[in-house]
């Protein structure tokens, strides 16, 4: 629908799109679901049972406004300070919040493209300019074009969306070391990956490590996320965010998500094995595969028609992500679902050659 | 806790204290609370059964993003369009995308004063100026000063916090008639008033009315709010908002929530009932009260002394607010609460006085 924007809405915004979200099918919909990076088992039990105990009086009064129950399990496992994790209504609210705090109008954002296609709103948002660097050869990281960039903030997503590729801490250390601004590390897929970056938190006081309990805990529609920073970061960053942004619920059914690692881990585990293999079946098939370290892949089509595969694969009633960007369109991301999915999925690619053969 | 800021740190961010909220105390405390506007009866047994039967599906998927379930019962209660509602994690979450979509930095935030301690720091938050105007006589609506501030935006919380005082439609709509700039209109309170200005936001495109669920339907835990307004002004806030804002056992619960209204309404009966007879019975303990139309009222000390009554009562288990702000130094704000809460507040200012007159 047009709207004339209101000329009291600020320039920047009447100007801008704003993000598309993926796909998502109305809840009666039958179809394989492998577009938005959700974890395809359900929460574990035990956080079923945390909300359903959760009791009227938590929800008449005013949550605590740092959700310290969290932030006190989690400083646990993780071995660090309270005082280093702020709570967010999922990690895109600690994104914005770092967009706010690190980014001002006319300021900087820069990270390697392609990546997770909120980055260039954020800075949008904020008035600012968007640098992008293109990553190195193998999907490596682009360590002095990034810090050529001089900017305010450099996001970093590892693993990397939509490539799955992952850069190891070593490198984003050299980052870290040679860069003056922020560098934000977005672990929204750390889980699925072999190592993660949170140690270089508590050596370099510009770095931050955010992380999502949408896929590794399979609570995409609660929204909870958190950082982990130096205090001294984090302290700045509690003026910046909603004063109650996280609810009772979501704190508490958090909790429990994080007391169950077992139940998280073994749905992990899956998700790498069935990354392996459909890896390997693409392949026997002539796609070409990136190695992934997230719960999806990118997968180049054999004749490189991203496009056609995506629109075949959703008649089949399969949904995968096709991204219309420069270097992308002669592939498709696909989440690792369960087994039974994946099957679908190699069917349904399958039944799209023979197609192609028989036209 | 002192911390060095870091340089990477937005300046207006670093320099600012950031909002305090309203004290709570732990969950094991017995305390009679009275110093956070929360309403005293649990949320409706729709809402606890909606909560204990949401699907480990509904959590783990993405939710929609707009919260269209949400949407469309509210637009058929309010007799409004769909697209003219915007769905917010609490109503703090609206006020700060507002403010983001329509205050730059170098910009100018206008309100009467004392307001809601909320919008400075949203202005500063924009880096953003502040031009207070003192509310006119019997805390009318101070019309001609507000335009002549030519600000970007006014809020205007009606009823208004601290005072609980209401400036009634006919008045506002002169406000929006004459101003330019985007007009709030902050409802946190509005279930408890004689009147709103929802109508107003069909006449003039530059009103917006917030709503909240933490006072009206006793769940301040949940973090649930929303915006009314002409749908060009939601399309842009559109683009402001995090993708996925609200989570879906919020938008599930606001929703059981307003289908009943009769147990809301007995709420909001109670709390009128005795915030009159509070009212009456402090007037004739020597107390001057603001006529309030919200769900607190906001006394004057007989002998002026604010800070000593809320530390007296606080003593005895009894928690209201004190704001140590010019004009307020002399008052304490005192949320109504069950019968026997509101006895209780009665009998330790008796108490107080006792013990002064022993003195």
């Known amino acids: 629908m047009f709207h004339m924007a209101p000329k009291f809405v600020r320039?920047?915004?009447?100007?801008?799109?704003?993000?598309?979200?993926?796909?998502?099918?109305?809840?009666?919909?039958?179809?394989?679901?492998?577009?938005?990076?959700?974890?395809?088992?359900?929460?574990s039990d035990r956080v079923m049972r945390a909300i359903r105990e959760i009791e009227p009086e938590m929800l008449r009064r005013y949550p605590n406004p740092t959700a310290d129950v969290f932030r006190n399990k989690a400083a646990k496992l993780l071995g660090i300070e309270k005082n280093m994790i702020l709570t967010g209504n999922g990690s895109d609210d600690i994104l914005t919040i770092a967009a706010r705090s690190f980014i001002g109008a006319g300021g900087t954002l820069a990270y390697p493209e392609p990546t997770y296609s909120l980055y260039p709103i954020l800075a949008q948002l904020a008035d600012a300019k968007t640098v992008t660097v293109e990553w190195a050869g193998d999907w490596a990281l682009p360590i002095e074009a990034l810090v050529a960039t001089k900017a305010d903030a450099i996001f970093l997503a590892n693993p990397n969306a939509p490539s799955g590729t992952f850069v190891p801490p070593s490198e984003v250390a050299k980052l870290a070391e040679e860069f003056n601004g922020l560098l934000l590390i977005d672990e929204a897929y750390?889980?699925?990956?072999?190592?993660?970056?949170?140690?270089?938190?508590?050596?370099?006081?510009?770095?931050?490590?955010?992380?999502?309990?949408?896929?590794?805990y399979s609570l995409a529609g609660l929204r909870f996320g958190y950082a982990v920073a130096q205090p001294a970061v984090i302290h700045e960053m509690m003026k910046v965010k909603d004063s109650y942004n996280c609810d009772a619920i979501s704190a508490c059914a958090a909790v429990a998500a994080m007391e169950d690692q077992e139940?998280?881990?073994?749905?992990?585990?899956?998700?790498?094995?069935?990354?392996?293999?459909?890896?390997?079946?693409?392949?026997?098939?002539?796609?070409?595969?990136?190695?992934?370290?997230?719960?999806?892949?990118?997968?180049?089509?054999?004749?490189?028609?991203?496009?056609?595969?995506?629109?075949?694969?959703?008649?089949?009633?399969?949904?995968?992500?096709?991204?219309?960007?420069?270097?992308?369109?002669?592939?498709?991301?696909?989440?690792?679902?369960?087994?039974?999915?994946?099957?679908?999925?190699?069917?349904?690619?399958?039944?799209?050659?023979?197609?192609?053969?028989?036209?």
């Not at 920047?12 to 990076?37: C, F, W």
């Not at 750390?190 to 590794?216: G, H, I, Q, W």
């Not at 585990?269 to 990136?290: D, F, P, Y």
Request: hydrophobic share 35%.
């Open 263 to 359: 139940y998280a881990a073994r749905s992990w585990n899956h998700i790498k094995g069935e990354r392996a293999r459909l890896t390997e079946e693409l392949r026997q098939l002539g796609w070409s595969v990136l190695p992934s370290q997230a719960n999806f892949i990118l997968a180049t089509c054999p004749g490189g028609r991203g496009r056609e595969t995506y629109l075949g694969l959703k008649q089949q009633g399969i949904l995968v992500r096709f991204f219309d960007k420069p270097g992308l369109t002669d592939k498709i991301r696909i989440t690792i679902g369960t087994s039974q999915e994946n099957n679908a999925l190699l069917g349904g690619i399958k039944g799209l050659s023979a197609t192609d053969k028989a036209a």
């Open 11 to 43: 320039p920047h915004i009447r100007q801008m799109e704003g993000y598309t979200p993926g796909e998502q099918p109305s809840a009666g919909e039958r179809v394989v679901k492998l577009n938005t990076n959700e974890n395809p088992f359900p929460p």
């Open 190 to 216: 750390a889980d699925f990956a072999e190592a993660n970056c949170l140690s270089l938190v508590l050596k370099y006081p510009n770095v931050m490590v955010t992380r999502s309990f949408s896929k590794a």
